[in-house]
C-alpha cells in the first residue's frame, strides 16, 4: 500500500487529485456496490472488514457502535454483526420493499424506514424481535420503490429527519410522525443534524448547511472543487476541525467504475481542497457511500426518538 501525506502547497494540483493519505483519518466505509464489504481502517491499514458474498442488494446505510458491533442496511436486509462477523440480528425485508436506511437507539432497538406501497418508519426492539413503533410516510409515488428513501438521521432532540428522495425535501419528523420542519432539494439523498442546530443536505446540486429558518450559511457544488472530478454525491459529513467531507458515487450498475474515479474529498469551510480518497487497489475499498470518522469517545447508539431510548 502507497500512503503519501499530501501537502497542498507542496504537490501540483494534478498530482494531489490523484493520491490518497488513508492514515490521515481512522474511518468506517462502505458503499452501494455489487458487493457487501465494510472496512474500518486505522493508521492507513486496514484493521477489520467483512464480506457477504452471499447476500444480496447494495450497502446504502452502515455504522459502527461503541462495542464494535456494526449495523447495515443492504436494501433487502437489515443486520447487526459483532466485531467476530457473528449475527446477532438481521431483518430479512419483504418482497417488493427495501429498506436503505438504518439508524441504533441504544443497543437494543433499531429505527429503519422500509420503501414500498405503503412506506414505514420503525422502531424495533432487537432483543425480542417485537416492532415496538410504525408510522407510515408520504411518497411521491408508492409503486416506485426504489427512489423513495435513502438516508435518515436522529437529532439529539429526539426527533427524526428523513431525506424524501422522490418528494425533493427533507422532513424533520417527531416520534408520532408530524411534521415539524421541511426543506427542498433535488433528489435529496443525505442529511445529517450538526452541533449548531444547522441541517447538512446532500441532494443532486451540492451540499448545503441551512438554518432552522431555511437561511443557507454555507453550501458547496462540483464547481467549487474543479480539479476534481465529481459522478454522484451521496452523503456529507462535517468534522470536528470544521472541515466537511463529501463522497463521490461510482455506480458499478452502469458499468466498471474507473479507478479514476475519487471516493471523498475533505474541504475547508472556505471550500479548500486538503484531502483526496481515491483507493481501489490493496485495498480495493469500492464505491463509497457511508464513511464514519472514528472518535474513541464516539457512542452512535447514544440517540433517541421521542421516548424511545
Given at each position: 500500500?502507497?500512503?503519501?501525506?499530501?501537502?497542498?502547497?507542496?504537490?501540483?494540483?494534478?498530482?494531489?487529485?490523484?493520491?490518497?493519505?488513508?492514515?490521515?483519518?481512522?474511518?468506517?466505509?462502505?458503499?452501494?456496490?455489487?458487493?457487501?464489504?465494510?472496512?474500518?481502517?486505522?493508521?492507513?491499514?486496514?484493521?477489520?472488514?467483512?464480506d457477504?458474498?452471499?447476500?444480496?442488494?447494495?450497502?446504502?446505510?452502515?455504522?459502527?457502535?461503541?462495542?464494535?458491533?456494526?449495523?447495515?442496511?443492504?436494501?433487502?436486509?437489515?443486520?447487526e454483526?459483532?466485531?467476530?462477523?457473528?449475527?446477532?440480528?438481521?431483518?430479512?425485508?419483504?418482497?417488493?420493499?427495501?429498506?436503505?436506511?438504518?439508524?441504533?437507539?441504544?443497543?437494543?432497538?433499531?429505527?429503519?424506514?422500509?420503501?414500498?406501497?405503503?412506506?414505514?418508519?420503525?422502531?424495533?426492539?432487537?432483543?425480542?424481535?417485537?416492532i415496538?413503533?410504525?408510522?407510515?410516510?408520504?411518497v411521491?409515488?408508492?409503486?416506485?420503490?426504489?427512489?423513495?428513501?435513502?438516508?435518515?438521521?436522529?437529532?439529539?432532540?429526539?426527533?427524526?429527519?428523513?431525506a424524501?428522495?422522490?418528494?425533493?425535501?427533507?422532513?424533520?419528523y417527531?416520534?408520532?410522525?408530524?411534521?415539524?420542519?421541511?426543506?427542498?432539494?433535488?433528489?435529496?439523498?443525505?442529511?445529517?443534524p450538526?452541533?449548531?442546530?444547522n441541517?447538512?443536505?446532500?441532494?443532486?446540486?451540492?451540499?448545503?448547511?441551512?438554518?432552522?429558518?431555511?437561511?443557507?450559511?454555507?453550501?458547496?457544488?462540483?464547481?467549487?472543487?474543479?480539479?476534481?472530478?465529481?459522478?454522484?454525491?451521496?452523503?456529507?459529513?462535517?468534522?470536528?476541525?470544521?472541515?466537511?467531507?463529501?463522497?463521490?458515487?461510482?455506480?458499478?450498475?452502469?458499468?466498471?467504475?474507473?479507478?479514476?474515479?475519487?471516493?471523498?474529498?475533505?474541504?475547508?469551510?472556505?471550500?479548500?481542497?486538503?484531502?483526496?480518497?481515491?483507493?481501489?487497489?490493496?485495498?480495493?475499498?469500492?464505491?463509497?457511500t457511508?464513511?464514519?470518522?472514528?472518535?474513541?469517545?464516539?457512542?452512535?447508539?447514544?440517540?433517541?426518538?421521542?421516548?424511545?431510548?
Amino acid at each position: 500500500m502507497r500512503l503519501l501525506l499530501l501537502s497542498v502547497l507542496a504537490l501540483p494540483v494534478a498530482a494531489f487529485a490523484q493520491s490518497t493519505d488513508l492514515a490521515r483519518h481512522d474511518f468506517f466505509y462502505a458503499g452501494e456496490s455489487h458487493d457487501r464489504k465494510l472496512f474500518v481502517l486505522k493508521g492507513g491499514k486496514v484493521a477489520w472488514s467483512f464480506d457477504e458474498p452471499e447476500g444480496k442488494g447494495e450497502v446504502s446505510d452502515a455504522v459502527m457502535l461503541s462495542n464494535g458491533n456494526i449495523l447495515f442496511a443492504h436494501q433487502f436486509a437489515v443486520e447487526e454483526i459483532t466485531p467476530e462477523k457473528k449475527v446477532i440480528w438481521r431483518y430479512d425485508v419483504p418482497a417488493g420493499h427495501e429498506v436503505h436506511t438504518a439508524v441504533p437507539i441504544g443497543l437494543d432497538r433499531v429505527l429503519y424506514i422500509q420503501n414500498g406501497n405503503p412506506a414505514l418508519l420503525r422502531v424495533v426492539n432487537i432483543r425480542t424481535n417485537a416492532i415496538e413503533k410504525e408510522i407510515q410516510l408520504p411518497v411521491k409515488n408508492p409503486q416506485s420503490t426504489h427512489g423513495q428513501f435513502r438516508h435518515a438521521r436522529l437529532t439529539p432532540q429526539g426527533t427524526l429527519l428523513v431525506a424524501h428522495m422522490d418528494l425533493s425535501k427533507v422532513v424533520e419528523y417527531d416520534s408520532e410522525g408530524h411534521e415539524l420542519w421541511s426543506f427542498p432539494g433535488t433528489g435529496v439523498w443525505g442529511v445529517t443534524p450538526l452541533e449548531n442546530g444547522n441541517v447538512l443536505i446532500t441532494d443532486k446540486g451540492g451540499v448545503r448547511e441551512i438554518t432552522r429558518r431555511g437561511d443557507s450559511v454555507w453550501n458547496w457544488k462540483p464547481e467549487d472543487t474543479p480539479t476534481v472530478r465529481f459522478d454522484n454525491l451521496q452523503l456529507a459529513w462535517r468534522l470536528p476541525n470544521g472541515n466537511t467531507v463529501i463522497n463521490n458515487w461510482g455506480n458499478e450498475w452502469s458499468g466498471q467504475v474507473s479507478a479514476d474515479t475519487l471516493q471523498a474529498i475533505e474541504v475547508t469551510p472556505d471550500k479548500k481542497l486538503v484531502w483526496v480518497l481515491k483507493q481501489w487497489k490493496d485495498p480495493n475499498l469500492g464505491p463509497a457511500t457511508t464513511i464514519q470518522f472514528l472518535d474513541a469517545s464516539e457512542r452512535p447508539e447514544e440517540a433517541h426518538f421521542g421516548t424511545f431510548r
